[in-house]
């Protein structure tokens, strides 16, 4: 970033790639905006549709990202539709609903939780109560943070206190005492509901704290005795107690995912097979998620299953990066099987061996002090004549103590933030979904990879989706292109959708990040003229010091990797092989990459997407043409379908497979004309995807030049390509000052016609 004025490529007849625009806050005179460039003095509202007033209209032509995801909609237009303003939402019995927020001031306390579990006859299925047992055992020994008061309740017929009261973890002969009271047995019937009611009246124990506590419940089948959890659950509410579910197999009771979310709690699908971490996830999971100090919060770094054939061995590696390293821990567990020897070698060379626990069927090494980084290489040797499967866990917290603010101007918070681990964190929406409907909608799977408040790109990033009954599992790349599912290319939030599945009911997805040659951090900084810019002092900027440039600095990271455990779905139906619900994706990419006011040509790109949504490849593609943006928003049918005879190079007829770049050469016929172009995608089946992201062309002649510009034109210039660039979607090409003014404004100083910025 120069700071020098923008100019024109006389080859592509486009802006330079650095150019960006920022508005002048002393200049312009924008009302409304509340989506863009929010903290501007003049902003004070939404941008709305044409008839609700001048003062906040919607500028719908303008290349935003809210146009682009939008379809040009106005701020308060996508608001209306919601269901909560549409009328499909109203208040309870008609009742005016209070909407004043209530602020509670709340204490940070330790984690007080309650271990339930079900030791019903029906654990004896698949060994449940062996490898909950298992489980629950490696929490308590290894997870539990230092602290922590811990209380344990089986239920059967009957609910049973095994801890006369909360036990506080204060040493390892704790740790110890609490998992060697873990049940290990099965009878009886399955009284959840009275499980609940003794983990609350634990919690209350001596006038305990019951707000902010939490109850992990674990279960394999339905209720069958009062009183149900119907019944409970408002005494759950009132306590304030948070109810983390795990259910162990498909025929566990459906009312606790619908428990879980009531009182703030989260639910987990435990598959029980002998080769799935997801039992040993989901406690992880539930206590790390309580903590609230991200310094504090152990990272998973891997999380994975190992069958160790007789009389053999078997090595992994384990990446340690340079952000990690304190209180690291390594555990093992297996259930079936005996004494197994564990080393963990050193990236120096040097050896450790886990120290065996729970009868020789857990083992752990934890590092004394600060553990060293690099490549550690785990080896798990079998003695014995059974094949033994291990679930592993590697876990460590952050080096840095202090975490940074969001103020970029800071250099301090800067080599803070470069200090920091990488953290992901995982969001599944749609958790129930049909996929036999003739509007099936997707499962939509999103990673997010961040450094402090910097994104992580190039990362590899991949899904794990695990199916209920027999084990089998298949894996999903995650994507962070801005294609497809994903939203925003280059932020750091991969993306990945779930079409189908292979049978209903209950999945664990899970999601592995490491690195590769191209994983950078991307670290962006705001220059003025004086040096580095923060938000505040965006405010306060004087005059003549003008903002002039926004650096993106591409910082390589060290090898890592991390787990993170995204959740579940139920599955509700599948579509038979035959049904082809999903229509190809909407494009959200097209934009203008050149354009040749010589040749009369212009040159458009996008990235392809599939028959279903993203994935496979689309039949055809239609491109549509018209002289305005108001043409698809307004009046669709008006619009002129593209021909192969307008087409230089490129093919409508052929699409690529998803994912890949796709490049199209079009004739302009009048070269003096704007032109308007939107891109549609359809399968074999006649499913049309929805109309892309719309981009528009005015041909310019840009004569040759090695001459500087002079300071009017620089500034003329330097304007107008900030409206080309301003943000993200689309690219407007434009000559002059005044047909800026006479488009509304968009991203103008001065003479705005109508005060609004992009939504």
């Known amino acids: 970033m120069t700071g020098a004025p923008c100019k024109m490529d006389p080859v592509t007849s486009l802006p330079e790639p650095d150019c960006r625009y920022y508005p002048d806050r002393r200049q312009t005179k924008a009302s409304s905006s509340l989506m863009y460039y929010h903290f501007l003095p003049s902003i004070s509202t939404f941008c709305d549709d044409d008839e609700f007033g001048i003062d906040s209209v919607h500028n719908y032509e303008a290349p935003s990202q809210h146009n682009r995801l939008c379809a040009g909609k106005s701020a308060w237009g996508v608001m209306r539709d919601h269901v909560d303003f549409n009328g499909q939402n109203p208040a309870v019995d008609g009742k005016t609903i209070n909407t004043s927020v209530t602020f509670n001031v709340v204490q940070r306390q330790e984690s007080r939780v309650v271990l339930v579990i079900d030791v019903s006859g029906s654990m004896e299925d698949n060994?449940?109560?062996?490898?909950?047992?298992?489980?629950?055992?490696?929490?308590?020994?290894?997870?539990?943070?230092?602290?922590?008061?811990?209380?344990?309740?089986?239920?059967?017929?009957?609910?049973?206190?095994?801890?006369?009261?909360?036990?506080?973890?204060?040493?390892?002969?704790?740790?110890?005492?609490?998992?060697?009271?873990?049940?290990?047995?099965?009878?009886?019937?399955?009284?959840?509901?009275?499980?609940?009611?003794?983990?609350?009246?634990?919690?209350?124990?001596?006038?305990?704290?019951?707000?902010?506590?939490?109850?992990?419940?674990?279960?394999?089948?339905?209720?069958?005795?009062?009183?149900?959890?119907?019944?409970?659950?408002?005494?759950?509410?009132?306590?304030?107690?948070?109810?983390?579910?795990?259910?162990?197999?498909?025929?566990?009771?459906?009312?606790?995912?619908?428990?879980?979310?009531?009182?703030?709690?989260?639910?987990?699908?435990?598959?029980?097979?002998?080769?799935?971490?997801?039992?040993?996830?989901?406690?992880?999971?539930?206590?790390?998620?309580?903590?609230?100090?991200?310094?504090?919060?152990?990272?998973?770094?891997?999380?994975?299953?190992?069958?160790?054939?007789?009389?053999?061995?078997?090595?992994?590696d384990v990446i340690i990066d340079k952000s990690l390293g304190l209180q690291t821990t390594f555990t093992f567990s297996w259930v079936i099987g005996s004494q197994l020897n564990i080393r963990l070698t050193e990236s120096d060379g040097k050896v450790n061996t886990a120290v065996l626990e729970n009868a020789n069927k857990a083992a752990a090494f934890r590092c004394s002090g600060e553990c060293s980084t690099g490549k550690w290489t785990v080896c798990i040797k079998n003695p014995t004549n059974k094949i033994v499967d291990v679930i592993s866990q590697v876990e460590s917290t952050a080096r840095v103590v202090n975490t940074p603010t969001q103020d970029s101007s800071s250099s301090a918070n800067s080599d803070d933030e470069d200090m920091l681990p990488i953290t992901v964190r995982t969001l599944i929406v749609n958790e129930e979904p049909d996929f036999n409907t003739q509007d099936a909608k997707p499962v939509s799977v999103f990673a997010t990879v961040n450094r402090g408040y910097s994104p992580v790109i190039g990362a590899k990033v991949v899904a794990t989706i695990e199916y209920p009954g027999s084990y089998s599992k298949s894996e999903l790349e995650m994507r962070d292109d801005g294609a497809g599912a994903d939203i925003v290319k280059g932020d750091g939030t991969y993306s990945a959708y779930i079409m189908n599945s292979q049978t209903k009911g209950r999945h664990t997805i899970s999601v592995n990040v490491v690195n590769t040659n191209d994983t950078n951090v991307k670290k962006v900084t705001v220059y003025s003229s004086a040096g580095a810019i923060s938000v505040k002092k965006l405010l306060t900027v004087e005059p003549g010091e003008?903002?002039?440039?926004?650096?993106?600095?591409?910082?390589?990271?060290?090898?890592?990797?991390?787990?993170?455990?995204?959740?579940?779905?139920?599955?509700?139906?599948?579509?038979?092989?035959?049904?082809?619900?999903?229509?190809?994706?909407?494009?959200?990419?097209?934009?203008?990459?050149?354009?040749?006011?010589?040749?009369?040509?212009?040159?458009?790109?996008?990235?392809?997407?599939?028959?279903?949504?993203?994935?496979?490849?689309?039949?055809?593609?239609?491109?549509?043409?018209?002289?305005?943006?108001?043409?698809?928003?307004?009046?669709?049918e008006n619009a002129t379908r593209v021909e192969d005879a307008d087409i230089i190079s490129g093919n409508l007829s052929s699409p690529s497979p998803a994912y890949t770049r796709e490049k199209l050469v079009l004739n302009i016929q009048d070269r003096d004309d704007i032109s308007v172009y939107a891109i549609i995608a359809k399968d074999d089946a006649g499913n049309a995807g929805q109309l892309s992201n719309i981009v528009s062309v005015k041909l310019v002649y840009v004569p040759p030049t090695t001459q500087p510009p002079t300071k009017q034109n620089s500034s003329n210039i330097g304007l107008i390509v900030g409206i080309v660039l301003g943000s993200v979607g689309g690219v407007i090409i434009i000559v002059t000052l005044i047909y800026c003014a006479r488009k509304k404004g968009v991203g103008c100083f001065k003479s705005v016609g109508k005060k609004n910025l992009p939504a």
């Open 127 to 316: 060994n449940y109560y062996i490898k909950v047992n298992a489980a629950a055992r490696r929490y308590l020994l290894y997870t539990a943070p230092d602290g922590a008061s811990v209380g344990l309740v089986k239920y059967s017929s009957a609910a049973t206190t095994l801890t006369k009261s909360l036990r506080k973890i204060n040493s390892l002969a704790d740790r110890k005492d609490l998992a060697n009271l873990v049940p290990l047995e099965k009878k009886g019937g399955t009284a959840i509901g009275r499980g609940l009611l003794a983990a609350k009246q634990l919690l209350e124990q001596n006038g305990g704290q019951t707000k902010g506590s939490r109850v992990v419940l674990l279960t394999d089948g339905e209720e069958t005795i009062d009183p149900k959890v119907k019944v409970v659950k408002p005494k759950l509410l009132t306590a304030g107690i948070n109810v983390d579910t795990v259910l162990l197999s498909n025929k566990a009771d459906p009312v606790l995912i619908s428990l879980a979310a009531s009182t703030g709690g989260l639910s987990f699908f435990a598959s029980g097979d002998d080769l799935s971490t997801s039992l040993d996830d989901a406690f992880t999971t539930s206590e790390r998620a309580r903590i609230s100090d991200p310094r504090k919060v152990p990272i998973t770094i891997e999380s994975r299953a190992v069958a160790v054939d007789k009389k053999s061995e078997e090595c992994y």
């Open 546 to 636: 003008p903002v002039n440039s926004q650096a993106v600095k591409l910082i390589p990271t060290d090898e890592f990797q991390r787990f993170s455990l995204a959740g579940l779905i139920d599955v509700k139906s599948v579509a038979p092989p035959n049904k082809d619900f999903h229509a190809p994706s909407r494009i959200l990419d097209l934009e203008v990459t050149e354009a040749s006011y010589d040749g009369s040509r212009v040159t458009l790109e996008w990235t392809a997407v599939g028959d279903d949504l993203d994935s496979g490849t689309a039949s055809y593609y239609e491109l549509w043409k018209a002289d305005s943006h108001k043409v698809f928003y307004k009046a669709k």
